[in-house]
């Protein structure tokens, strides 16, 4: 197992964390009162520290291996991953390589078995129902921005450890489309077309339904340009 199977191809340590999507410039565009609460909400917003009394769920492996049957009985082709933990905090248990979830995911690296899950589940029947739906073609390719990456949140020393730390999160950022087109959630989400906008709304709205977390361009200025999927405390849904 070498490091590139958590990292998605990246040294595991400096993944999506440190190949910023926000300019900062951006953020001296924008108004005090915004910069103030975008600095608060990194990944994962500031309203949702863990709840009082949430737990993370216990890892065992009975339970591993009953998540792992669950992802095959969705038709997911996994590699269970060795558990890794790290000195700054970070760590990667429970966590699933995912070989072949019927459309082919860019970037990905380790996630944790508990996020795999929904995840594959929103591949598997949200992407395509909603692409038939709204926009009458196939999503033959998903562009992530990576799942396990360890950082703080916002990138930013001293914050609380990102849910991508634990590999419990995935970023996604575009849709390839069979008829050549790409949906970008930068472009698509505030663009001029309708379907490609409710599209976009429809599959974060899914995913609300199957994640504890999500977050996109309407959460705050730093996921202009993805939606952030995890597993940690919740429900979260923007
Ligand atoms: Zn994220």
């Known amino acids: 197992m070498n490091a590139a199977d958590y990292g998605g191809g990246v040294s595991s340590l400096v993944p999506a964390g440190s190949r910023r999507r926000f300019p900062l410039r951006r953020h001296r565009l924008l108004p005090g009162l915004l910069v103030v609460l975008t600095a608060l909400a990194g990944c994962i917003p500031s309203p949702r520290a863990p709840r009082r009394g949430w737990t993370p769920p216990i890892e065992t492996p009975e339970r591993f291996r009953q998540c792992l049957a669950a992802l095959r009985a969705e ?53 395509p129902t909603m692409a038939q739906r709204w926009l009458g073609s196939d999503v033959v390719r998903i562009e992530s921005f990576g799942s396990f990456a360890c950082r703080p949140v916002n990138n930013q020393a001293g914050n609380r450890l990102s849910e991508h730390g634990r590999a419990n999160a995935v970023d996604i950022a575009a849709f390839r489309l069979r008829d050549g087109r790409r949906i970008s959630v930068r472009d698509g989400w505030n663009g001029d077309d309708q379907q490609v906008r409710g599209f976009l709304r429809a599959l974060h709205k899914a995913a609300c339904g ?8 309407d959460a705050n200025a730093l996921h202009h340009d993805h939606f952030h999927f995890d597993m940690g405390s919740g429900p979260y849904c923007r």
């Not at 966590?95 to 996020?115: D, E, H, S």
């Not at 199957?210 to 361009?217: A, H, K, N």
């Open 75 to 127: 038709g997911a082709q996994v590699e269970a991953l060795a558990d890794r933990r790290f000195d700054n905090g970070c760590s990667a248990t429970s966590a699933v390589k995912l070989v072949a979830i019927g459309i082919p995911v860019t970037n990905l690296g380790a996630v944790k078995c508990g996020a795999a899950l929904p995840f594959v589940r929103w591949v598997r029947q949200d992407v």
């Open 210 to 217: 199957r994640f504890s977390v999500v977050l996109g361009p």
